[in-house]
């Protein structure tokens, strides 16, 4: 389990999340679940940009099925704000997420 700094970052990077997408007609659920597996990985990655991942990975974790799916919405995510994500475009190459502060 994390120290309380860390408890206490992953608190307010969801905190702010959700107060960020109250209002935000473009976030849907799978969105949210997108955001929570990439959050995940973040805090895996000790609460440290950019977070390197791999689309079957996060795909599993936010239980996403559908590649147009995953696709779409990291895109929204990123056009909307939340995330700046650079993909590899290379299979042997992880790309990578930077979490912003919303």
């Known amino acids: 389990m994390g120290n309380n700094n860390e408890t206490m970052a992953q608190i307010k990077e969801l905190t702010s999340f959700f107060s960020a997408i109250r209002e935000d007609s473009r976030i849907g659920p799978t969105h949210i679940c997108l955001y929570m ?5 973040y805090n895996l990655n000790r609460f440290q940009n950019p977070v390197e991942i791999t689309k079957a ?3 599993k974790v936010a239980k996403i099925s559908g590649l147009a799916t995953y696709h779409k919405c990291i895109k929204d995510l990123a056009d909307s704000g939340y995330i700046q994500y ?6 042997s190459i992880s790309s990578q997420v ?5």
């Open 86 to 91: 650079r993909p590899s475009y290379n299979p």
């Open 98 to 102: 930077t979490m912003l502060k919303v």
């Open 37 to 41: 597996a990439l959050l995940q990985f």
């Open 57 to 59: 990975a996060v795909m």
